[in-house]
């Protein structure tokens, strides 16, 4: 089946300017997270999703990050007026219930602020 | 794509060797240790978890072992292949409210031919 497919694949904007980074989990999949993963670096957690409940934001690095989460499917990061410190690979993914050590991760949106 | 990790710890074996990938984690409380696998261009891949009651689990080609006395976790991977080349990274579950997880900074394998 299809796996976590995440668009842009790269977005390259100038700062100041707000960015939409969207994610469409694996079909059925009740949670979704949000990674950023600037380079030589691991994954820093930004935000979750699982199912009705209220995401779990102590991720988000400022009040300029935000997400939602519709119907219980796609995702959509947004970030305003975007700061070159922002650019990095920002990750999604997906897991089934309550198996969130197994997670399955889109291939993530290159976001370079210049 | 961009490669990530340019500048990781690097470890380098001969194809056919075996691989052994070391981390250290910081919270005794986490109830999973998980190894995640990331080609350039893409993101992490799950390659095997293991619950903090065992001390040791095995996959295909890989073996992952947990020392709480020491909080060191180590995936062991057999017969390394070309294409076993990626940055492996450890992540831990550290608060089973949250269920997001907590990734160490990752280790290039490179295997030469």
């Known amino acids: 089946g299809a796996g976590v497919s995440q668009s842009p694949s790269n977005k390259v904007t100038e700062k100041g300017k707000d960015v939409e980074l969207r994610c469409d989990p694996i079909s059925g999949h009740t949670a979704l997270y949000w990674y950023r993963q600037s380079l030589g670096q691991g994954l820093e957690f930004l935000i979750y999703?699982?199912?009705?409940?209220?995401?779990?934001k102590s991720g988000l690095p400022s009040d300029r990050f935000s997400a939602e989460r519709t119907g219980g499917s796609v995702s959509t990061l947004t970030i305003q007026r975007t700061q070159q410190e922002d650019s990095a690979v920002y990750l999604c993914?997906?897991?089934?219930?309550?198996?969130?050590?197994?997670?399955?991760f889109g291939p993530g949106t290159r976001l370079t602020v210049t | 794509g961009e490669s990530v990790g340019l500048h990781l710890p690097t470890l380098s074996v001969q194809e056919g060797d075996n691989s052994i990938i070391n981390c250290a984690y910081s919270?005794?409380?986490?109830?999973?240790f998980i190894w995640y696998k990331q080609e350039s261009g893409k993101g992490p891949q799950f390659i095997i978890d293991i619950r903090s009651n065992m001390d040791k689990r095995q996959g295909q080609r890989v073996t992952v072992l947990l020392n709480k006395t020491v909080k060191h976790l180590s995936l062991q991977i057999a017969a390394t292949q070309p294409g076993d080349s990626a940055v492996y990274f450890c992540a831990e579950n550290p608060d089973t409210g949250r269920r997001a997880l907590t990734f160490g900074s990752g280790t290039r394998l490179q295997v030469q031919p």
């Open positions: 993914a997906s897991s089934y219930g309550t198996g969130a050590h197994e997670q399955y």
């Open positions: 999703f699982q199912g009705n409940s209220a995401p779990d």
């Open positions: 919270n005794s409380a986490s109830d999973y």
